[in-house]
């Protein structure tokens, strides 16, 4: 084993890893808390590098390292001489201790003190590798890099900060002995001794203190991990498969440092970047009942679905001031979440309700249930309950570019409202398919259209920037989600456990929109979001102009988001008669209205 062999992996990225020696090396001072009684300061080549060796430890620190290349070599033919090329080690600042760590893990060493524990291998369960244990040493240990990123993540190599203690002392300088099981110390994570070195050979020694592991700085990996995830869509754009393929193996690695929302994010990327290489395309992507429970979850988690079905609302409820027959044709029914509201509403208005007529329009059903229908007779019998008088009726349609006018039956003397929910951003998978419902809707002559979508330009003709844009856009929604869900303290332990199953279901439902806008192409890719901008173009060439939704909405908005986890981080925007709700000072979704002009 040669010297400078040892850690390579751990210094590929250290900006000290190609440090040439000097005829004098420098000093630094001791730490004041080092249990040494003086020998000097330390040697600076080897601080920069992440280890601390005096340079009265310098004669001792050379022998240790004659006595591993001689330990090493005793063992290379007893089936664990890969120990000496293809091992992980992490890299500890005491090097002295670390250098006698190995030896003892190569010698046949006592049970160690099973209430001792390993800060290291204990502080976080992704340092631990997912793989199959085996039973024989000639099972040679796989490197992390060819671990499935898509399984759990694993830790990246970098500098580990430990607490100084006395190093044992050494063994005689030419122990031979048969080769026999190594005990190795681990923590309870990782099992025995023996499974865990068949696992992931990574090396310990005794610590006493139970101080926190300090990995690498996050804030680093975390500007390494942008890049790496926006190198690896360029080589995807150039088609340089190979390169992405290595690089996407990385982004698992660099991952793991960065708190949830990022780490997260990240993992849907490369989960995404990687079918996209391997075409692994999602299967049924417009799996509608699956989806429709998700968008429940995300409704539940966070404030988005909350704010556009409330704005909405506001605007029908509006432009149906004084109306005493009301059509609401919904283009996406999903469970009716938002309709409810409205018919409360309409309950309460002076000289009582107007009479309610709702269509709702969704897709076919995969296990034969007339789902439509289910959701009428839960709205009727709420209408019922509160006197208003109400109609309904549903229309299956496998696309709202499949629909036309006439299959509404609008009546005469009718106030007709057409609602959009992120409905018509996934039309442009299809050509013309926009033009042809926004030519349906004119001839439906509504009062209000009102449109709620995604604030975001996904639907660009270059990979690489529709990706670079939905990787801003959805690491901020993650942001967002981190202050979501988890309950107050007053909650009970059932609403706890319900709202971390919302929050999970709700990063799935975003993880699903972030693999299609990735991985996807083509008719299968309908995660196709535009700007608020992008959408005023559209409408206003189908002959639409802009309803300016009140300022009403606008204090009710901002007051429902006070009531939402206290409204922290949230901000409302008013742009050109529309609202915004963002994330701090990114706009997520907008709600506009519009109206024939």
């Known amino acids: 084993m040669k010297r400078d062999s040892m850690n390579q992996d751990n210094f590929s990225s250290s900006t000290a890893g190609s440090c040439s020696s000097s005829t004098k090396a420098k ?37 240790k390292i004659e006595q591993l290349e001689e330990v090493m070599g005793s063992v290379r033919h007893d089936g664990l001489s890969q120990l000496a090329s293809d091992t992980v080690h992490y890299n500890p600042s005491d090097l002295s201790s670390w250098l006698e760590s190995m030896i003892s893990g190569l010698n046949p060493m006592p049970d160690f003190d099973s209430s001792l524990d390993n800060p290291f291998l204990d502080s976080s369960p992704t340092l631990t590798a997912t793989t199959t244990t085996t039973n024989s040493f000639d099972s040679r240990p796989r490197m992390p890099v060819d671990l499935d990123f898509g399984s759990d993540l694993i830790a990246i190599p970098g500098k580990a900060v430990y607490p100084r203690t006395q190093p044992p002392p050494p063994p005689p300088p030419h122990q031979h002995h048969q080769p026999q099981a190594k005990k190795l110390k681990t923590s309870p994570s990782l099992g025995n001794s023996v499974s865990a070195l068949h ?8 610590v006493e203190s139970a101080r926190p592991v300090v990995l690498l700085d996050s804030q680093e990996n975390g500007v390494r991990l942008v890049h790496t995830l926006l190198a690896c869509a360029e080589a995807v754009q150039q088609e340089n498969f190979k390169l992405a393929e290595a690089l996407v193996k990385n982004i698992g690695f660099l991952a793991v440092s960065q708190p949830g929302a990022m780490r997260k994010v990240a993992t849907y990327f490369a989960e995404a970047l990687a079918r996209r290489i391997y075409r692994l395309y999602p299967t049924n992507p417009q799996d509608s009942a699956f989806t429709d429970l998700l968008q429940m979850h995300f409704y539940e ?34 469970q009716g979440m938002q309709w409810p509201a409205l018919l409360q509403a309409l309950a309460l208005r002076p000289g009582g309700p107007p009479s309610f007529r709702l269509t709702g329009i969704g897709p076919p059903s995969h296990d034969d249930t007339d789902h439509l229908q289910e959701v009428g007779w839960r709205l009727a019998q709420l209408a019922e309950t509160i006197n208003v008088e109400f109609e309904y009726r549903g229309f299956v349609a496998n696309s709202l570019a499949d629909l036309n006018a006439s299959m509404f039956d609008v009546r005469e003397g009718e106030t007709v409202a057409v609602n959009s929910i992120f409905d018509l951003h996934q039309l442009m998978a299809r050509p013309g398919a926009v033009e042809k419902v926004l030519q349906v809707v004119r001839e439906l002559k509504p009062e209000i259209l009102t449109v709620v979508e995604q ?77 608020l901008a992008q959408w005023r173009t559209r409408f206003d060439s189908a002959g639409f102009v802009p309803v300016h939704l009140g300022s009403n909405a606008y204090k009710q908005a901002s007051m429902l988001l006070a009531l939402f986890a206290g409204g922290d981080g949230y901000m409302v925007e008013e742009n050109g008669g529309c609202l915004m709700l963002g994330w701090h000072t990114r706009p997520l979704i907008a709600t506009s209205a519009w109206k024939l002009s």
């Open 27 to 63: 000093m630094w001072p001791c730490d004041a808390d080092d249990g040494g009684g003086g020998g000097g300061g330390v040697d600076e080549l080897f601080a920069v590098l992440g280890y601390n060796v005096k340079s009265s430890d310098m004669a001792e620190v050379a022998h």
């Open 199 to 206: 696992r992931d050979p990574v090396f310990a020694r005794p």
């Open 301 to 334: 988690t966070c404030p988005y679905l909350k704010f556009a079905h409330f704005t909405a609302n506001q605007a029908i409820l509006e432009a149906f001031e004084g109306k005493s027959r009301v059509h609401v044709i919904d283009f996406s029914m999903k």
């Open 455 to 531: 604030e975001a330009n996904h639907n660009g003709a270059v990979f690489l920037d529709r990706f670079t844009e939905s990787l801003h856009y959805y690491s901020t929604l993650f942001d967002s989600l981190e202050s979501c869900g988890g309950g107050g303290g007053a909650a009970a332990a059932g609403d706890e456990a319900v709202s971390v199953q919302d929050k999970v279901m709700t990063e799935v439902y975003l993880g699903r929109q972030i693999c299609n806008v990735v991985a996807c192409e083509g008719s299968d890719r309908v995660e196709r979001h535009e700007t």
